[in-house]
C-alpha cells in the first residue's frame, strides 16, 4: 500500500512538471500564429515598357516589387503571362490597377503627402473599360490605321505623360504628381513617375521609372 502511495505522488510530481513545462512552450506558441504585420516598402522601380505588345505587372505587395511582363498577340488580341498577384500594369505610358481607384494628389513627392496624411476630399477614379483601351500594333501607321486590344485602363494616372500629336514629332509633357491607390484590399500605395526615358545616353521613351511606397497611412 504504501508503494502504491510513493508511486502516486511521484506520479503527481513529474505531471506538474510537465505542465510547468508546457505553459511557456503555449506563451511562445501563441504569438506564432499572429498576423504579421505588413513592413513599409519604399524606393523606385525600372521597368522597360516600350514595347507596344505587352504589359507590365508590377506587385507591390511583395518584399520588393514584383515585375512580370505578358504578351498580346497581335492576330487574336489574346495576351498571355499574366500573374496571379499584381495591382498595377504598365503598357507604354497607359496603366490599369487589379481593382484599385485612384487620386491625382496635388503633391510632388510621396513625402509631401504622407506629411499631409490622407486626403479627405478629391475623387477616386476607377478604370475604364474600352474596345479599344491600348495601341497594340504601330507598324501600319503610316497607311493610316493602327491595331487596338480592349481592356481596363485608368485614365488618371495617364494623365502623368501627356503625348500631343497635333504635330510632328509629338510632344511629350510629363507631370510628376503623386498618385494614391486605394487597392482592392483597402490598403494604400503611392506611386510617382520620375522619368520616362530610359536613363542611358539614347533616352529611348517608354523606359518607367516610378517612386513608390506601399503601404501608406496603416490604421
Known amino acids: 500500500m504504501r508503494m502504491m502511495n510513493i508511486r502516486k505522488q511521484l506520479?503527481?510530481?513529474?505531471?506538474?512538471?510537465?505542465?510547468?513545462?508546457?505553459?511557456?512552450?503555449c506563451d511562445v506558441l501563441?504569438?506564432?500564429?499572429?498576423?504579421?504585420?505588413?513592413?513599409?516598402?519604399?524606393?523606385q522601380y525600372y521597368i522597360d515598357a516600350t514595347d507596344y505588345a505587352k504589359w507590365v505587372y508590377i506587385?507591390?505587395?511583395?518584399?520588393?516589387?514584383?515585375?512580370?511582363?505578358?504578351?498580346?498577340?497581335?492576330?487574336?488580341l489574346t495576351e498571355t503571362g499574366v500573374p496571379e498577384q499584381w495591382d498595377i500594369a504598365q503598357h507604354r505610358y497607359d496603366v490599369k490597377t487589379n481593382g484599385a481607384a485612384v487620386m491625382m494628389t496635388d503633391?510632388?513627392?510621396?513625402?509631401?503627402?504622407?506629411?499631409?496624411g490622407l486626403p479627405m476630399g478629391g475623387d477616386w477614379i476607377e478604370d475604364?473599360?474600352?474596345?479599344?483601351?491600348?495601341?497594340?500594333?504601330?507598324?501600319?501607321?503610316?497607311?493610316?490605321?493602327?491595331?487596338?486590344?480592349?481592356?481596363?485602363?485608368?485614365?488618371?494616372?495617364?494623365?502623368?505623360?501627356?503625348?500631343d500629336t497635333s504635330n510632328m514629332p509629338p510632344s511629350y509633357t510629363m507631370h510628376d504628381n503623386v498618385m494614391l491607390l486605394r487597392l482592392a484590399d483597402g490598403t494604400y500605395a503611392a506611386i510617382q513617375l520620375a522619368n520616362f526615358m530610359s536613363t542611358d545616353s539614347y533616352q529611348?521613351?517608354?523606359w518607367m521609372t516610378v517612386n513608390y511606397k506601399y503601404p501608406m497611412f496603416e490604421k
Open 128 to 163: 475604364e473599360k474600352s474596345e479599344q483601351s491600348v495601341t497594340i500594333d504601330m507598324s501600319h501607321m503610316m497607311e493610316g490605321w493602327l491595331t487596338y486590344a480592349p481592356g481596363h485602363k485608368n485614365t488618371e494616372i495617364g494623365k502623368w505623360v501627356e503625348v
Open 204 to 206: 529611348i521613351k517608354g
Open 11 to 25: 506520479f503527481n510530481v513529474l505531471g506538474m512538471v510537465s505542465l510547468a513545462g508546457l505553459f511557456p512552450a
Open 107 to 116: 503633391y510632388h513627392s510621396i513625402e509631401e503627402l504622407e506629411a499631409a
Open 59 to 76: 506587385n507591390l505587395h511583395t518584399p520588393t516589387p514584383t515585375i512580370t511582363t505578358s504578351t498580346i498577340n497581335i492576330d487574336d
Open 30 to 43: 501563441e504569438g506564432a500564429y499572429d498576423s504579421p504585420e505588413v513592413a513599409v516598402q519604399e524606393g
